[in-house]
Each structure stands twice: as C-alpha cells, then as structure tokens.
C-alpha cells in the first residue's frame, strides 16, 4: 500500500532540513565567547519559522474549508468532500466531457459533491466553476486505487464511467484540517456512500 502523506509535506521538511543545517552550521562556527548570544538568536529564528509554518497550515486548512462551504452554498443537501486532482483527471475530464479543464497546476484542489441523482467534481475557487457532471445510471463502479498527487503517492477513489473513462481524485482527510490525504477507514466509508448511489447496486439490495 502506498504511504499516505500531503503534498506539501516534502517542501516544508526540505525547508526545515535547510534550517537546521544552517543553524547548527551558524553557531558552530561562531567564536566561543559569542555561542550563549548567538544561540539566542537562533531560538528566535526557530520560533519565527515554527509560527510561520504553523500560520501557513492554518491558511491552508481554513482554504479547504472555504471550498467546501462555497461548493456546499451551489449544492445545499448535498454530500461533498475536498479533494485533489490525480495525474490521470485533466485527461479523463476532458474525454468524459467536461464543461471545464482542470486548474493547472501540480497539486489541483477540487471538490467532489454527489446527491441521488449525480455526482460533480468543482474547482473549489473562490467562485466555484462545475468541471463535470455526471449521472449516476453512467457509473459503472467505484473502488479504491493507488494514485498520483504531484509527484507523490496517495490513495484515491477511482470513479469508473460506462463509457470506459476512469475519474480518479485523492480525497482529503479530516484529521488535521484536511492537509494530508484521508486514511484507509474515511476512504471505506465515502466507498460505501457512493457506491450506494449506483443504480445497478442499488437495484440489488
């Protein structure tokens, strides 16, 4: 199984790394009689980029909130949940007909919302643009996949049409403000929901 981590986990240690390498560097080459004054200065540097990175996490965990709320504002009733783009999505859009590309961009944010009839994938900007619609009688399955999120590895839900086009996308998790993609047991039970809405499957049970 692929280990789930967020997007934008490898920057963010790269930067740390680069920190305290400097850091460690920086007082060990200052002269033994400034050590006490310069590592002053360096706890003050790492509190500076702890509050930096810290108000960066809240920016965006507070943006995947907004996307689901203005999406949550066009579709009142219906279920959604943040998501990011799989590699394969702006290929399987625009060959399932999609009123609209997906952003560019490495790590896509998007927001897939369903209700009885259909299920949407949306933009999730600051004015919300419906990418796809689709019907759910032109579902044909839905299951777990490993996926693409940049450069990295996730797992994601793979939206499989009739007509032979798979729709893949990366939810996100709820645990930590939704920064990091979601786990095994929240994957199971958005499993569940949507393939509930498969008339197929639903004439079954």
């Known amino acids: ?49 702890v509050l930096l990175v810290g ?9 995947h909130e907004g996307r689901i709320r203005r ?3 066009r579709r009142p ?15 399987a859009v ?8 997906v952003p560019p961009g490495r790590v896509a944010p998007l927001v897939l919302t ?9 933009d999730g900007g600051r004015r919300p643009s419906r990418l796809l619609r689709v019907g759910w009688e032109a579902v044909a399955a839905v299951q777990v996949v490993d996926a693409r999120v940049g450069d990295l590895g996730a797992r994601g839900l793979a939206i499989g049409l009739r007509s032979g086009v798979t729709l893949v996308v ?5 645990r930590g403000g939704g920064l990091a993609p979601a786990g095994d047991e929240e994957l199971d039970i958005l499993l569940e929901h949507l393939r509930a809405r ?5 004439s079954r049970g």
């Open 1 to 49: 199984m692929t280990r789930e981590r967020a997007p934008w986990l490898v920057p963010f240690a790269t930067v740390g790394g680069m920190f305290a390498a400097s850091t460690a560097l920086w007082i060990g080459t200052a002269p033994r009689a400034e050590r006490a004054q310069t590592c002053l200065h360096a706890a003050m540097w790492l509190a500076g980029h």
């Open 55 to 63: 108000s960066v996490m809240l920016g965006l965990s507070r943006g």
């Open 71 to 73: 999406v949550r504002a």
């Open 77 to 91: 009733g219906w279920d959604a949940v943040a998501a990011w783009a799989d590699q394969s999505l702006p290929g």
């Open 94 to 101: 625009a060959a399932a007909g999609g009123e609209r590309s």
């Open 114 to 122: 369903w209700c009885t009839g259909e299920v949407e994938l949306w």
């Open 170 to 174: 990366c939810p996100r998790g709820r």
């Open 198 to 202: 498969i008339p197929a499957r639903r």
